[in-house]
């Protein structure tokens, strides 16, 4: 027998759930793209998402997913055969960092492994070592969503002006943009990226480049750019389909303008806490699972955990069982393990991710870790007593 008929939940680090009130926006007859309401509506949507980016700069829209807004981002600051240095915490900034290579960008990368977050005394370091200031761009992931790793920005921003170094820095916020606390003029990001389908609750196709007056001047100072990725005019339109270079993501636009009035009305700081708490009652679940079984979050610290994403380990095959049963057996979709294989288990199937970011409420949480409970009984997973009580328990303190 299933238990899987009933709503279905996809608890995977995006794309996210997403809210009713985006699905019905959306679903409508194509607006007029010449002149009319769509035109105000964008215009009046660009400074609320500057306000969860919490930035005054300037903001680029895409039509495309996450891959794409890295591609778009370093095309604007750098130019075939400059250096950029990446910050890997995890698979996705080895991504971008591939993504740079094939741009003909010389590409170093500070390999940091996968539980431990940004180290700015190894900026420091490489910074030290560019004596000719080649490096035009410093490329973090404020939240790895492979190993749900967050690492902190102001620091690197420190460093980078206690040696003068003139590089700027760009943060990939693809996972964390929404859930997690960020700011990205009072830390001092330059250059800052999101997509829709995560903590903005939008399905996957629209992406955002946020940028500040500092790396505008650095796209003026290059001489070619690609028309499609160009953020000049997409930032600074005179006409409306300069926005989107071509025909503007009607559906998206209303979903995204639906999703930005929640975020607001709930209040950045309460989506903050909101995510914070929910995180803690899986962290609090995992490690009473954990005190008896094989069961681990990826990250030790606490300061250093996501609250939009939990990578976890049990050890192989529970991970792809796991995720098998609540699937198949409850209608939860857990995330699979990215970029986490090794030698004993080249498949990664020892690992598994929830995500919890974006539209995502206290009953969901203790639903989906009711859900794994369940399969830990049901797959003889060895695991510690009362996980989802603990979890009940950090929701009942709030
Ligand atoms: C999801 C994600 C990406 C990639 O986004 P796609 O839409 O899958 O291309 C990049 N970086 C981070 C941190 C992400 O979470």
Not at 59 to 87: D, F, Q, R, T
Not at 94 to 108: F, N, Q
Not at 139 to 158: E, F, G, Q
């Amino acid at each position: 027998m299933s238990l899987a008929h009933g709503r279905p939940y996809l608890a995977i680090p995006g794309p996210s759930v997403i809210p009713d009130a985006v699905l019905q926006a959306m679903h409508r007859a194509s607006p007029n793209i010449y002149e009319g309401a769509l035109i105000d509506m964008v215009a009046g949507m660009v400074p609320d998402l500057k306000r969860v980016a919490r930035t005054d700069g300037h903001v680029a829209i895409y039509i495309s997913n996450g891959h794409g807004l890295w591609e778009a981002a370093l095309s604007n600051v750098a130019a075939p055969g400059e250096k950029v240095l990446v910050m890997a915490t995890g698979a996705f900034g080895h991504g971008w960092a591939e993504v740079a290579e094939r741009l003909g960008l010389e590409v170093e990368v500070i390999e940091h492994g996968r539980q431990t977050p940004a180290d700015p005394e190894r900026l420091r370091d490489a910074l030290k070592a560019d004596r000719d200031g080649r490096i035009r761009a410093v490329l973090a992931v404020h939240v790895d969503t492979a190993t749900s790793i967050r690492s902190d920005v102001a620091p690197l921003r420190a460093v980078l002006d206690e040696v003068g170094h003139p590089a700027l820095i760009m943060v990939d916020c693809i996972a964390s943009l929404g859930c997690d606390m960020f700011e990205m003029d009072g830390w001092g990001a330059d250059v800052m990226l999101a997509a829709s389908q995560k903590g903005l609750m939008v399905p996957p196709g629209m992406g955002f480049v946020f940028f500040n007056d500092r790396a505008r001047a650095q796209r003026q100072g290059l001489a070619r750019v690609s028309y499609y990725w160009d953020w000049t005019p997409r930032a600074e339109p005179e006409l409306f389909y300069q926005y989107f270079a071509g025909t503007a993501p009607t559906h998206h636009l209303y979903g995204l303008r639906v999703a930005l009035d929640m975020i607001h009305a709930e209040g950045m700081e309460a989506v903050w806490a909101r995510h914070a708490t929910l995180a803690r009652a899986i962290w609090a679940a995992v490690e009473t699972w954990g005190a008896d079984g094989p069961l681990r979050l990826n990250v030790a610290d606490p300061a250093y955990r996501s609250h939009a994403v939990t990578a976890l380990r049990v050890g192989k095959p529970f991970g792809a069982q796991l995720r098998e049963w609540t699937d198949r057996q409850a209608g939860v979709t857990l995330g699979i393990g990215l970029g986490m294989s090794d030698e004993d288990d080249p498949l990664g199937q020892g690992f598994f991710r929830f995500g919890h970011m974006g539209h995502v409420n206290a009953h969901m949480i203790l639903g989906l870790l009711g859900t794994v409970e369940a399969g830990l009984l049901a797959l003889g997973v060895p695991h510690g007593e009362g996980g989802v009580a603990a979890a009940a328990r950090v929701v009942a303190e709030g």
